[in-house]
């Protein structure tokens, strides 16, 4: 059973920073690829960066430069360092992995994050 919890969201002001975390269930080699995703009310979710098992990684354009996308194999967790937050990344995030056996796709619950200008 793939679990998927995310950790780490919080009300901070614009230039302040934050890293979310993303405790998985099994090997996070077991996932390809991994990523965060966000949403705000009355949106689709749209990708924010993305993983590889290689260490191969994406970026949307209004957040390169600024967020960055690791994990850890020792603690099974995925993380997203955002740095110089901004108004517009105020969304709820959330935590995203394939299986690499069957390419089944994970979700997690979802941490909410709030930039004040």
């Known amino acids: 059973q793939v679990q998927l919890v995310e950790s780490g969201g919080g009300l901070v002001q614009a230039g302040d920073s934050l890293r979310l975390s993303c405790a998985v269930s099994?090997?996070?080699?077991?996932?390809?690829?991994m990523g965060w995703y966000r949403q705000t009310p009355g949106k689709q979710r749209e990708l924010v960066a993305l993983i590889t098992v290689e260490g191969n990684t994406n970026y949307a354009d209004s957040v390169k430069g600024r967020f960055t996308i690791s994990r850890s194999s020792a603690k099974n967790t995925l993380y997203l360092q955002m740095n110089s937050l901004e108004s517009e990344d105020t969304a709820v995030y959330y935590c995203y992995a394939r299986g690499r056996t069957y390419g089944r796709e994970y979700w997690g619950q979802g941490t909410q994050v709030t930039v004040s200008s």
């Open positions: 099994g090997s996070i080699f077991s996932f390809n690829p």
